[in-house]
């Protein structure tokens, strides 16, 4: 990889997509989405596309779209950009992996396929390795997340030797909850000088413990502030405020996981604490009854006037 490259480091915001209320991508969002991170929660990174982007649930073309207003918006005032560009299709991975070179990505990241799964290690470092090609000279990140692609493989098996395939490789998303396979990569990657991002909003400053270099989460897109209150109080050495903190995050999300949380709810808690419109979620995902959303977004807001 030819150009210099800046560590992924710190909070980053998974992003929602914005739709319409009849399902259609909502560009006009994102630049007022953008200002809303940066000013209201201090969050100056953002992945595009994952997970709480419905990425999979997204056409081709509605993914480039969406990773184009990003980085066209976001020039100049956030840090990185980076898309998941991860497909069952790997000539679908290739061709966002392609684009998001040519709309000047920082960074772009890979899911594991799902439905037909990689037999082992060997399977998915050569899948990633394939769409890195395309995209030579951008960073690439494996996204782990075993919970949602019932793809079981430790992390730090597929991370081991990959820079031997991958000169563009620069770390791992890592979404799942084993800390001892989560410990084996902050090695791995402390020693290629790569980014470890934790994934597991609620569980962060155990990740942290173990070094991890930063976080990309949902939670980021409202509770960024006092969560990067937490990340200072850990890097000062103030550990009661620290640990304070990740107790009342975690009692918000397990008053939101007892009334249902998943992506669809957590978008309309976004649209109630931000004011901004992002519409529905897409099918399967079904929309999520208000007054759930304003019970939990008011909770939120209760935890951030209080810091």
């Known amino acids: 990889m030819s150009r210099s490259v800046k560590k992924l480091t710190g909070l980053v915001a998974a992003t929602f997509t914005p739709l319409t209320a009849e399902g259609e991508i909502n560009l006009s969002?994102?630049?007022?989405?953008?200002?809303?991170?940066?000013?209201?929660?201090?969050?100056?990174?953002?992945?595009?596309?994952?997970?709480?982007?419905?990425?999979?649930?997204?056409?081709?073309?509605?993914?480039?779209?969406?990773?184009?207003?990003?980085?066209?918006?976001?020039?100049?005032?956030?840090?990185?950009?980076?898309?998941?560009?991860?497909?069952?299709?790997?000539?679908?991975?290739?061709?966002?992996?392609?684009?998001?070179?040519?709309?000047?990505?920082?960074?772009?990241?890979?899911?594991?396929?799902?439905?037909?799964?990689?037999?082992?290690?060997?399977?998915?470092?050569?899948?990633i390795k394939e769409v890195s090609t395309s995209a030579p000279d951008v960073p690439m990140y494996y996204y782990h997340i075993p919970g949602m692609t019932g793809v079981e493989l430790e992390a730090a098996d597929v991370l081991n030797g990959i820079e031997q395939m991958i000169p563009s490789f620069q770390?791992?998303?890592?979404?799942?909850?084993?800390?001892?396979?989560?410990?084996?990569?902050?090695?791995?990657?402390?020693?290629?000088?790569?980014?470890?991002?934790?994934?597991?909003?609620?569980?962060?400053?155990?990740?942290?413990?173990l070094g991890v270099h930063g976080a990309v989460g949902s939670t980021y897109n409202y509770l960024g502030l006092i969560v990067n209150q937490m990340l200072s109080a850990f890097d000062n050495c103030n550990h009661m405020q620290s640990r304070a903190l990740q107790l009342e995050f975690m009692e918000v999300i397990t008053f939101a996981k007892n009334l249902g949380f998943?992506?669809?709810?957590?978008?309309?808690?976004?649209?109630?604490?931000?004011?901004?419109?992002l519409g529905p979620p897409r099918l399967p995902l079904l929309p999520c009854p208000v007054s759930k959303a304003q019970a939990i977004a008011q909770k939120i807001k209760d935890f951030s006037q209080r810091h």
Request: aromatic share 8%.
């Open 171 to 209: 770390g791992v998303k890592y979404s799942g909850t084993d800390l001892r396979d989560l410990g084996q990569c902050v090695c791995y990657c402390q020693s290629h000088k790569w980014s470890v991002l934790f994934g597991v909003d609620e569980q962060l400053l155990g990740a942290l413990v």
């Open 262 to 277: 998943d992506v669809g709810v957590n978008k309309q808690v976004m649209s109630e604490v931000s004011g901004l419109v």
């Open 29 to 127: 969002v994102i630049g007022p989405y953008i200002d809303y991170l940066i000013e209201k929660q201090n969050v100056k990174s953002v992945f595009v596309n994952g997970t709480t982007g419905e990425g999979c649930s997204l056409t081709v073309d509605e993914r480039k779209q969406i990773a184009a207003a990003w980085c066209q918006h976001g020039k100049g005032k956030l840090e990185q950009v980076v898309v998941h560009v991860g497909c069952m299709s790997i000539k679908d991975s290739q061709e966002l992996a392609r684009h998001a070179a040519s709309i000047g990505a920082d960074g772009i990241a890979v899911i594991s396929p799902s439905f037909f799964k990689p037999i082992n290690a060997d399977a998915l470092r050569l899948f």
